[in-house]
């Protein structure tokens, strides 16, 4: 038995999601394991957001069930839960694959605010805040030593002061994984927290998260492109392909799937498996094929050709001219 099952943060089960007649994720089941990172891959259109959006209450899922297990023994459906309050009890915090940082903001304030309600609670509800009482200023300068570690953790304290939108791109990625670690969480999803970082960059995310998850005991959902970060971290993956899962393991039998090569390269339908399986994730990785697979080559099936139907001619009569002048 894996460890991502015998201790679950995450229990996904026969999760399905419709958008009218087209069905996105189609009975889909897999487990996250605690204190591990899990790689959740596959083609562009494969459904991986969408999962994100129905863990984090964006969605609400047309049918299955989404198990949060705490440490502690608490239990949390969140398919039954608002999004609000999944990230507020059951501690489920997530990044976008678009940064969405408060760029107008210094980096320490959109640290803070990610604490927005634990000073609020610590304010009385804003009372204890306007008249400086000793508990709310406790809990602010709790927040502000949060914040000062979080941005020495992403190497950004020197930038403390600066306003967001100043910084590069991979350091805005790093800052917003930092935000969202200040709401305490149980569950990190990340979608795609690599997209657009050259080598240099995906390397320092890569410490990043491996620090995350050994240092705060974090389970990790990760939705990536970028192979050599997947195969680099991740204890467990998870393959979609049009919304259904295809394949569940370690990234070393992940890499000999050929199921995982069908849906990425994809094959003719008469092309036999030994074709498939002389190739291998790891060649994708090394040939550079499958880093940033944004638009992986399916093969289309050959059709035949039809003969060509004649084409019918339609004869035109032209009408006489009129006669200039016009009637006498």
């Known amino acids: 038995m894996m460890n991502w099952t015998k201790d679950p943060e995450l229990q996904v089960q026969h999760l399905t999601m419709r958008f009218g007649g087209l069905t996105a994720i189609g009975d889909l089941s897999f487990d996250a394991g605690r204190k591990q990172i899990t790689a959740l891959i596959g083609p ?38 608002d999004d609000f309050i999944i990230t507020q009890k059951a501690k489920v915090a997530r990044t976008f694959q678009n940064i969405r940082l408060f760029s107008g903001m210094t980096l320490l304030e959109n640290l803070m605010v990610a604490q927005h309600n634990t000073l609020m609670r610590a304010s009385g509800f804003t009372i204890g805040g306007i008249f400086g009482s000793g508990h709310f200023k406790r809990a602010e300068n709790e927040a502000i030593e949060k914040c000062k570690y979080w941005l020495n953790k992403v190497n950004l304290t020197e930038r403390a002061d600066d306003a967001a939108g100043d910084l590069p791109y991979g350091a805005q990625r790093r800052l917003e994984i930092a935000r969202a ?148």
């Open 181 to 328: 670690m200040c709401t305490n969480p149980r569950l990190l999803c990340l979608d795609e927290p690599a997209a657009g970082l050259n080598p240099r960059e995906s390397d320092e995310l890569n410490k990043l998260l491996l620090s995350i998850r050994d240092d705060h005991n974090m389970a990790i959902l990760l939705i990536e492109h970028d192979m050599s970060v997947v195969m680099g971290i991740s204890d467990h993956i998870v393959v979609l392909d049009y919304g259904r899962k295809i394949a569940d393991g370690t990234p070393n039998e992940i890499k000999n799937d050929p199921a995982v090569i069908r849906a990425y390269l994809g094959v003719e339908e008469d092309e036999n498996e030994v074709a498939v399986g002389s190739v291998k994730v790891a060649d994708l990785v090394n040939e550079g094929l499958a880093v940033h697979a944004n638009v992986p080559t399916r093969t289309v099936p050959k059709v035949s050709a039809s003969p060509k139907k004649p084409v019918a001619t339609k004869t035109v009569v032209k009408k006489p001219a009129a006669k200039k002048g016009g009637r006498k």
């Open 44 to 81: 562009n259109g494969a459904g991986k957001t969408t999962v994100f959006n129905c863990i984090t209450g964006f969605y609400k899922p047309t049918e299955g069930m989404i198990k949060l297990r705490h440490p502690d023994g608490k239990e949390f459906l969140l398919e039954r839960m």
